[in-house]
């Protein structure tokens, strides 16, 4: 991994890894377990670019919270994607949305995606909430296979959790209809927490991108990258404010409306925005017509949402703890 890291910096003009700065920790058994490949492309996409909860028991979480509330004694934060799926049901009708764990557990930092558009002097144009629909067009090049918008492809996950109650961070800011699932239970955690760009990926290199054995580039993207997006404007944050950010929710929570978070905006559901081209986490065909914006039965909202949260993260982003340490 490192190898792969520093050759695919230097393709990029940017310095590799400096003596010292990188570092794995893997025990007996993940040494053991591991195979040939690693964990690509997951693994070059979290080094390079910085389950369902219903799945753990509450004593599966209660071990992870206790991971998390010492790392936060130490300064240690944890970000996690929040999902690809949107509403995680795998479109079966009537199911509860199925959000993902560890990123629902309140010590965590659970960001979710964007779909950014950027204009031809590199500068953001617009940004939506990450939701891919879209039919391909046929064969005949005359029509598309299914009547657009076409199905669901990808999307931020995001929705309430059912095994943690509202930590005092999201009270005032998580609208209480939403935490309360329009006042059937109490408040639950809820999840985005903050977001970043997911649906327009972006370069990472890796021995096997293309080729077995052999170093290669490919475009990845989704949630698991936008949390590495998060995490690398707060090791940025880190330096520049002189401390560690640790666990960093309180603090994300009290800059909303500022301008460190860009709150991301309903698209226009009788125009929304439209792409045609490349769809790459399905297939690797180039006639995909996608719809952006609209996000399964998930819905972007003014304010907090369960698509991006509190918003996007800025630039500003950078600076913003210097105000809030």
Same mark, same amino acid.
């Given at each position: 991994?490192?190898?792969?890291?520093?050759?695919?910096?230097?393709? /990029?003009?940017?310095?590799?890894?400096?003596?010292? /700065?990188?570092? +794995?920790? &893997?025990?007996?058994?993940? @040494?053991?377990?591991?195979?040939?490949?690693?964990? @690509?492309?997951?693994?070059?996409?979290?080094?390079?670019?910085?389950?369902?909860?219903?799945?753990?028991s509450p004593a599966d979480a209660e071990a992870w919270t206790l991971t998390f509330e010492q790392g936060a004694t130490e300064g240690i934060g944890f970000n996690f994607d929040s999902g690809d799926g949107?509403?995680?049901?795998?479109?079966? =009708?009537?199911? $509860?949305? *199925?959000?993902?764990?560890?990123?629902?557990?309140?010590?965590?930092?659970?960001? !979710? !995606?964007?779909?950014?558009?950027?204009?031809?002097?590199?500068?953001?144009?617009? +940004?939506?909430?990450?939701?891919?629909?879209?039919? /391909?067009?046929?064969?005949?090049?005359? !029509?598309?296979?299914?009547?657009?918008?076409? *199905?669901?492809?990808?999307?931020?996950?995001?929705? @309430?959790?059912? #095994?943690?109650?509202?930590?005092?961070?999201?009270?005032?800011?998580? $609208? *209480?209809?939403?935490?309360?699932?329009?006042?059937?239970e109490s408040a639950r955690r809820t999840t985005p927490d903050i977001a970043a760009d997911a649906g327009s990926p972006w370069l990472i290199g890796y021995t096997g991108a293309v080729t077995d054995g052999?170093?290669?580039?490919?475009?990845?993207?989704?949630?698991?990258?936008?949390?590495? #997006?998060?995490?690398? #404007? +707060?090791?940025? =944050?880190?330096q520049a404010s002189g401390h560690a950010v640790g666990f960093a929710n309180p603090a994300l929570y009290r800059l909303d409306g500022g301008a460190a978070i860009h709150d991301v905006l309903p698209v226009?559901?009788?125009?929304?925005?439209?792409?045609?081209?490349? /769809? $790459?986490?399905?297939?690797? =065909?180039?006639?995909? &017509?996608?719809? #952006?914006?609209?996000?399964?039965?998930?819905?972007?909202?003014?304010?907090?949402?369960?698509?991006?949260?509190?918003?996007?993260?800025?630039?500003?982003? @950078?600076?913003?703890?210097?105000?809030?340490?």
């Amino acid at each position: 991994m490192p190898a792969d890291a520093n050759e695919f910096f230097a393709s /990029q003009g940017v310095p590799g890894f400096a003596v010292g /700065q990188y570092s +794995e920790n &893997l025990d007996a058994s993940s @040494v053991s377990a591991s195979c040939g490949g690693g964990d @690509v492309p997951e693994e070059p996409l979290d080094v390079e670019t910085s389950i369902d909860e219903s799945a753990f028991s509450p004593a599966d979480a209660e071990a992870w919270t206790l991971t998390f509330e010492q790392g936060a004694t130490e300064g240690i934060g944890f970000n996690f994607d929040s999902g690809d799926g949107g509403e995680n049901t795998c479109g079966s =009708a009537g199911q $509860p949305t *199925a959000i993902t764990y560890p990123a629902s557990d309140p010590r965590a930092t659970a960001v !979710g !995606g964007t779909s950014l558009e950027i204009g031809a002097n590199g500068s953001t144009v617009a +940004e939506y909430g990450w939701g891919d629909n879209g039919p /391909q067009i046929d064969a005949a090049g005359s !029509g598309y296979t299914s009547a657009p918008p076409g *199905a669901f492809l990808e999307g931020s996950t995001g929705g @309430v959790s059912t #095994l943690f109650a509202e930590p005092a961070y999201q009270v005032g800011v998580v $609208p *209480a209809a939403l935490a309360t699932k329009k006042g059937t239970e109490s408040a639950r955690r809820t999840t985005p927490d903050i977001a970043a760009d997911a649906g327009s990926p972006w370069l990472i290199g890796y021995t096997g991108a293309v080729t077995d054995g052999v170093y290669g580039l490919t475009d990845e993207g989704g949630t698991s990258g936008a949390s590495r #997006l998060v995490s690398g #404007l +707060e090791v940025d =944050a880190k330096q520049a404010s002189g401390h560690a950010v640790g666990f960093a929710n309180p603090a994300l929570y009290r800059l909303d409306g500022g301008a460190a978070i860009h709150d991301v905006l309903p698209v226009d559901a009788e125009n929304p925005p439209t792409a045609i081209g490349a /769809q $790459p986490f399905f297939g690797s =065909a180039d006639n995909y &017509l996608t719809t #952006l914006g609209e996000d399964s039965s998930l819905a972007v909202t003014r304010g907090y949402d369960e698509v991006t949260g509190i918003g996007a993260a800025t630039s500003a982003l @950078v600076t913003a703890f210097r105000k809030c340490s």
